[in-house]
């Protein structure tokens, strides 16, 4: 790519709360470093292949940022917000085959919860 070519941000990603800062903080420098290649393939690219972030089928509108380093896997749910904003929510590694459906429910309640602040904001005011 020429030195002044510009490449653009497709979409913004940003943390809900402190729930995906806390999580981040747990793993080691090679596994954030390898998280923050997964942001920058987010922001950047604009079709993101499935092998780093994949709808779960059941629960709409959450996805799961997959991360892999050697054999070891770590997922990071999030969701779009009008198709720019990707909000993280809490993170884990992954031990079994299947995603455990109480880290699913988990982050569908953030969702939710970022949702409902979101259209509540001036409640109360």
Not at 12 to 25: G, N, R, S, T
Not at 65 to 85: E, H, M, Q, T, Y
Request: glycine share 4%; with cysteine.
């Amino acid at each position: 790519m020429p030195k002044n070519e510009q490449v653009t941000k497709i979409r913004e990603v940003i943390a809900y709360k402190y729930y995906f800062k806390d999580f981040l903080i747990g793993q080691s420098k090679k596994v954030q470093d390898k998280i923050f290649k997964i942001i920058e393939i987010i922001e950047y690219q604009q079709r993101i292949p499935e092998k780093y972030l994949k709808h779960i089928a059941w629960q709409k509108g959450l996805y799961e940022a997959r991360i892999g380093l050697g054999s070891d896997i770590w997922i990071v749910f999030c969701f779009f917000d009008n198709d720019r904003l990707v909000i993280l929510l809490n993170g884990f590694q992954k031990k079994t085959q299947k995603t455990p459906k109480s880290e699913i429910d988990r982050a569908a309640k953030l969702m939710n919860e970022y949702y409902y602040e979101k259209t509540h904001k001036d409640y109360g005011k």
